[in-house]
T-cell receptor, first 113, second 111 residues
Framework: EAQVTQNPRYLITVTGKKLTVTCSQN?????MSWYRQDPGLGLRQIYY???????DKGDVPEGYKVSRKEKRNFPLILESPSPNQTSLYFC????????????FGPGTRLTVT | EDKVVQSPLSLVVHEGDTVTLNCSYE??????LLWYKQEKKAPTFLFML????IEKKSGRLSSILDKKELSSILNITATQTGDSAIYLC???????????FGGGTRLMVKP
């Protein structure tokens, strides 16, 4: 089954404690992206990657890091989480140049206290 | 500043009603405008529109881009309770690699 998986699905953590949210896809997609969703703000793009070792900033990259060492994985790293990073996070993937038809993961709900 | 603005923020209708959702934007150099439906989980793709102005249809849903008005509308006819969701529009630019979403319209369809 074609899918995008994220782990963990839910996470409560404290300010300053480094965390990683994993994202993996099994469709051999070149393009992967991370979004955060906050009430009334829709989805905002954090980072995206067009292929292995190629990443670029989206609209709200501050406080986040990503890496793309393998085609299937695109982890999101919060080196020092803060309460304003409490949000619902989505990972997505698609074929190159077809970001409009992205497959979204199930989401990770992160709470930073 | 908001590049993509959706209206209304929320809408409550009864089954069988027709609704029109709006998406306005400020950016002009974009590749396409996209509509998504989000229920209790991740967004699912509905339509992609370009400046050609061609209307897209899928069953009871239809959408069109008005290049002069810098806006797009999503119409849903004969609404059903299953249409209840958040509807998101987004602009695709930078060769399609970047998406900027609007804040969404929350639609509730009552029986």
């Amino acid at each position: 089954e074609a899918q995008v998986t994220q782990n963990p699905r839910y996470l409560i953590t404290v300010t300053g404690k480094k965390l990683t949210v994993t994202c993996s896809q099994n469709m051999n997609h070149e393009y992967m992206s991370w979004y955060r969703q906050d009430p009334g703000l829709g989805l905002r793009q954090i980072y995206y990657s067009m292929n292995v070792e190629v990443t670029d900033k989206g609209d709200v990259p501050e406080g986040y890091k990503v890496s793309r060492k393998e085609k299937r994985n695109f982890p999101l790293i919060l080196e020092s989480p803060s309460p304003n990073q409490t949000s619902l996070y989505f990972c997505a993937s698609s074929l190159a140049g077809a970001a409009y038809e992205q497959y979204f993961g199930p989401g990770t709900r992160l709470t930073v206290t | 500043e908001d590049k993509v603005v959706q209206s209304p923020l929320s809408l409550v209708v009864h089954e069988g009603d027709t609704v029109t959702l709006n998406c306005s934007y400020e950016v002009t150099n974009f590749r396409s405008l996209l509509w998504y439906k989000q229920e209790k989980k991740a967004p699912t793709f509905l339509f992609m529109l370009t400046s050609s102005g061609i209307e897209k249809k899928s069953g009871r849903l239809s959408s069109i881009l008005d290049k002069k008005e810098l806006s797009s509308i999503l119409n849903i006819t004969a609404t059903q309770t299953g249409d209840s969701a958040i509807y998101l529009c987004a602009l695709s630019y930078n060769a399609g690699n970047m998406l900027t979403f609007g804040g969404g319209t929350r639609l509730m369809v009552k029986p």
